[in-house]
């Protein structure tokens, strides 16, 4: 069995949960509505490589906030919990992802990655909101309700 991922229904708006291993087309259980599972998203932040990167953020239907982190950053492990309860509380309308600057330079330059922790919120593919430094968790989450509907 695959990861269990979360999506929104289009119908009713029930948040239906699904296993990404099975073959059969996923239906809310609320209202039995086939589920759109490119909606899909994790209760917890996912790794985002150099070769996943730009298929992630322009494809997803939802906004992405990215994580540009370093490995010995203090700073960035200070709100690696705050992503987890952020991920958790907004499951099924925001995609989070993490990526490690050092094995991944090609994306920590294309968007100019000076310092870590660099928070990214990406709507529609496009850039929305960059923020450098670990933001409080209710910063967090201001910064979150500002790109999610």
């Known amino acids: 069995m695959g990861e269990t991922r979360y999506v929104r229904c289009n119908g009713c708006?029930?948040?239906?949960?699904?296993?990404?291993?099975r073959s059969e087309q996923a239906v809310c259980g609320n209202c039995k509505s086939q589920l759109d599972s490119s909606l899909a998203t994790y209760d917890r932040p996912q790794p985002l490589s150099d070769a996943t990167f730009a298929q992630e953020v322009s494809q997803a239907k939802v906004p992405v906030l990215v994580d540009f982190f370093a490995t010995w950053c203090?700073?960035?492990?200070s709100v690696e919990m705050s992503l987890d309860a952020i991920a958790s509380r907004y499951k099924g309308k925001l995609k989070v992802g993490k990526l490690d600057v050092e094995q991944n330079p090609l994306a920590a330059r294309k968007y100019r990655i000076r310092a870590t922790p660099t928070l990214i919120v990406f709507r529609d593919g496009r850039l929305a909101e960059q923020v450098v430094g670990a933001l409080p968790e209710n910063e967090l989450e201001a910064l979150v309700k500002k790109h999610v509907e």
């Open 13 to 21: 708006g029930t948040l239906n949960r699904f296993d990404e291993g």
């Open 74 to 77: 203090g700073a960035c492990r």
